[in-house]
């Protein structure tokens, strides 16, 4: 048996995980701030303002409102999302998917590309940024046949994988990081485009002996996600991706000199409710979090939306932020080296 989650008081930081779909931030989408100042890319609510220049040590992708005021992708965009149609309406769900969440997936990564972004824990704001191992950047290697990434990577927000937490079938505590997630829409993403997914699955990969959940979802705009709703449809309708997935996640480290990656249940995908129920459990421990009600692991918590929690800061603080950054600039160029072929 899973230990029930936890159920910290947080008034209207949230107000439960069936309700959050209900206070979900209803924001028009529209261009904001002078181009030539810093790069913005539109999202549905969200706009992403680039810093830095990419593949560099400085590049950042910042997030902020429709209405202009930067967020943390982390602490305030919504776990759960609503359905939409044009013009930030709400879709009327089909009858036989009244009982459908849908979650808010924060891209890092988009699908065929190498460069390992990821949110900036430990940063204010949480920007995305590149991981840097070494005093280099991060860039994932090609394991035959695949390029790069085999889906499009990322996270969802208002989720933390506590390292003080030791699950209860794995025996392994939390990476310290949001749960991540792989869409296997068609569609390729941009990094910090925020989508809605619905959850199929989720594999228990023990990274370095840390758990290391990975969330299998698909774009709900996607046109196969109508007749996606189990990890048993994606193996019956897309023959050999789940095993694919295995394969990248145990292969993935091992070009850089790192041991093959293990797995819990004996690398099988468990089914959407076992995955619903681990990401109400991270959800709970981010709330705890954001309540300073277990030890933060260095972790970056301000935030301008959870109203009861000690850390929200203002809107003038995180521009402050966001201004520090450096300006957005030409790109680096990049080693050939990131495409090559390995054959592990």
């Not at 949110?119 to 940024?129: F, G, Q, R, S, Y």
């Not at 789940?242 to 293990?262: C, H, I, M, S």
């Not at 809107?315 to 966001?322: K, L």
Request: net charge neutral; with cysteine; hydrophobic share 35%.
């Amino acid at each position: 048996m899973r230990p029930p989650p936890l159920r910290p008081p947080l008034g209207c930081l949230l107000t439960g995980f069936g309700s959050l779909s209900a206070s979900r931030n209803k924001l028009v989408a529209q261009a904001a701030a002078a181009p030539h100042l810093c790069y913005l890319r539109k999202n549905m609510h969200y706009q992403t303002e680039h810093r830095g220049r990419p593949h560099s040590p400085d590049f950042r992708i910042y997030f902020k409102t429709s209405q202009g005021k930067y967020v943390s992708p982390f602490h305030d965009i919504p776990l759960v999302a609503e359905p939409e149609q044009g013009n930030d309406v709400p879709a009327k769900k089909p009858k036989n998917d009244e009982n459908e969440v849908l979650f808010n997936m924060v891209v890092e990564v988009p699908r065929w590309s190498n460069a390992k972004m990821e949110i900036a824990t430990k940063e204010p704001l949480n920007p995305i940024k590149q991981d840097v191992k070494k005093g280099k950047l991060r860039y994932v290697a090609n394991i035959f046949p695949h390029k790069g990434y085999i889906w499009n990577y990322g996270a969802l927000p208002q989720t933390w994988e506590d390292p003080n937490h030791t699950d209860a079938e794995t025996k392994c505590c939390g990476d310290n990081d949001p749960i991540d997630v792989c869409d296997i829409g068609t569609q390729v993403c941009f990094p910090g485009q925020v989508i809605q997914v619905k959850v199929l699955g989720i594999l228990a990969m023990i990274d370095e002996g840390e758990m290391d959940w990975k969330v299998i979802a698909i774009n709900v705009k996607d046109p196969d996600a109508k007749n996606l709703n189990s990890i048993e449809d994606v193996r019956n309708s897309r023959p050999g991706h789940l095993e694919a997935t295995v394969d990248w996640f145990r292969k993935y480290k091992v070009p850089d000199g790192k041991p093959v990656n293990q797995f819990g249940f004996n690398g099988r995908f468990k089914d959407k409710d076992f995955a619903v129920d681990i990401i109400k459990s991270t959800h709970e421990h981010w709330r705890a979090l954001l309540q300073k009600q277990t030890n933060s692991e260095g972790i970056e918590c301000k935030n301008i939306s959870c109203c009861e929690s000690p850390l929200k800061c203002s809107a003038d603080e995180a521009s402050d932020v966001v201004q520090s950054a450096p300006a957005f600039g030409s790109p680096h160029p990049v080693s050939p080296e990131v495409d090559k072929w390995h054959f592990v």
